[in-house]
Structure formats: structure tokens, C-alpha cells
């Protein structure tokens, strides 16, 4: 099966400054990598994605970069803001096997500081 | 968030108890998703369901059973519940027609 490995584990950035968090997977047939954004206490939330056919993608402050060749994904956030900090997860999602699943990274907590 | 409700939102149980959750979703999607959240391991997937009474294990499935009876209800039953299912449980659904997976809110277990 897919196996996703995320990081760094922990990142702290000033306020302004950018963040970026790593991903690599490790099936070549995976097609779609969303990114999901938990704050404490609730269900993650999907903030971004990317499809295998496309190598990047931008949503205002947030950016996706996908390399399949060496297959890794990236998250890049500018200009980040206090409420920002919140644990991130990559993903990936298998064909093969069906059921559509996705496998997550371990999690990467940011925190802006003020 | 697409509909999603989790049963209950916290739960504290004894060793060795049977214990369900219930996922509930009110849009029709085929596909719902089992999800277990601990700490330093992301998140991991119990079970997974394609449709009607179609279910499938997932990474870590041992110690779990599911069920589909309806479209909108998806069932994670812990048989004999054990410390270390002590976990949040995450429901989630893919979104038909679309790419997006949604999240409920969790349940979180406690098995003493």
C-alpha cells in the first residue's frame, strides 16, 4: 500500500514570514494529494489539492507543488498569520487496491509566533 | 461540512465492553471512511465502505467490524474494546462527483 512520510514534525515561523512543509509517497499510480488543516478540538479541514496531472496549484497565501518524478509534494503558506498555527497533514490517495483511499502524513504542528 | 454527524463526541468506556459509533451523513455519498487519530501517527484508516453492505478493511482493522446497512449510516464497532483503541475516531466521506474528502468532528474514546 501507499505509505506518505510528512515533514518537519513541528515548524515555528514568525508572523510574515513563509512556511513550507514536505511530503513524499511512495506508490507512483497515487493521483490526488490534498492538504488538511486541524485546529484543536475539531475534524481536519481540506484547505488544498493537487491532481497528478498538474504541478502546481495556488489559493491566495497557500500553495501546492507536486513532483512526480521524485515524487514529492510540498505546502507552501506566505505571509503567514497567527491563525495559521494549527497541525497540517499531507495525503495521497491510492488507485491501486480500490476504495479510493487516502493515506496521511504524521502531521506537522505550526505555530506562528507574534 | 457535508453533512456529517458523529455519535457520540466523547465516550469513556470500560475494558473488555462493546462499543459502537455511528457516522451519519445526509448527502448520498457512496464512499465513507473509518479513521483512527493518535498521536505521532497521523491518521489511520479502521474501515472503509463503497456502498450498501460493501466494506473493506483498511491499515489497522483488527479489533474493529463495521457495518452499512443505508447509505447514510456507517457503524465502527469495537467488539471487546481494549487501552489501546483509546483513540479520537475521525468518520469521513468522499465527495461524489468531486475530488474532496470531508471530516466530521471525531469521537473521542477512552477505554479504562
Known amino acids: 500500500g501507499e505509505n506518505v512520510e510528512q515533514h518537519p514534525s513541528t515548524l515555528s515561523v514568525q508572523e510574515g514570514d513563509s512556511a513550507v512543509i514536505k511530503c513524499t509517497y511512495s506508490d507512483s499510480a497515487s493521483n490526488y494529494f490534498p492538504w488538511y488543516k486541524q485546529e484543536l478540538g475539531k475534524g481536519p479541514q481540506l484547505i488544498i489539492d493537487?491532481?497528478?496531472?498538474?504541478g502546481e496549484k495556488k489559493d491566495q497565501r497557500i500553495a501546492v507543488t507536486l513532483n512526480k518524478t521524485a515524487k514529492h509534494f510540498s505546502l507552501h503558506i506566505t505571509e503567514t498569520q497567527p491563525e495559521d498555527s494549527a497541525v497540517y497533514f499531507c495525503a495521497a490517495r491510492e488507485v491501486t487496491g480500490g476504495g479510493n483511499k487516502l493515506t496521511f502524513g504524521t502531521g506537522t504542528q505550526l505555530k506562528v509566533e507574534l | 461540512d457535508a453533512g456529517i454527524t458523529q455519535s457520540p463526541r466523547h465516550k469513556v468506556t470500560e475494558t473488555g465492553t462493546p462499543v459502537t459509533l455511528r457516522c451519519h451523513q445526509t448527502?448520498?455519498?457512496?464512499?465513507m471512511y473509518w479513521y483512527r487519530q493518535d498521536p505521532g501517527h497521523g491518521l489511520r484508516l479502521i474501515h472503509y465502505s463503497y456502498g450498501v453492505k460493501d466494506t473493506d478493511k483498511g491499515e489497522v482493522s483488527d479489533g474493529y467490524s463495521v457495518s452499512r446497512s443505508k447509505t447514510e449510516d456507517f457503524l465502527l464497532t469495537l467488539e471487546s474494546a481494549t487501552s489501546s483503541q483509546t483513540s479520537v475516531y475521525f468518520c469521513?466521506?468522499?465527495?461524489?462527483?468531486?475530488?474532496?474528502?470531508?471530516f466530521g468532528s471525531g469521537t473521542r474514546l477512552t477505554v479504562v
Open positions: 469521513a466521506i468522499k465527495q461524489t462527483g468531486g475530488e474532496g474528502y470531508t
Open positions: 493537487i491532481r497528478s496531472n498538474v
Open positions: 448527502e448520498n455519498h457512496r464512499y
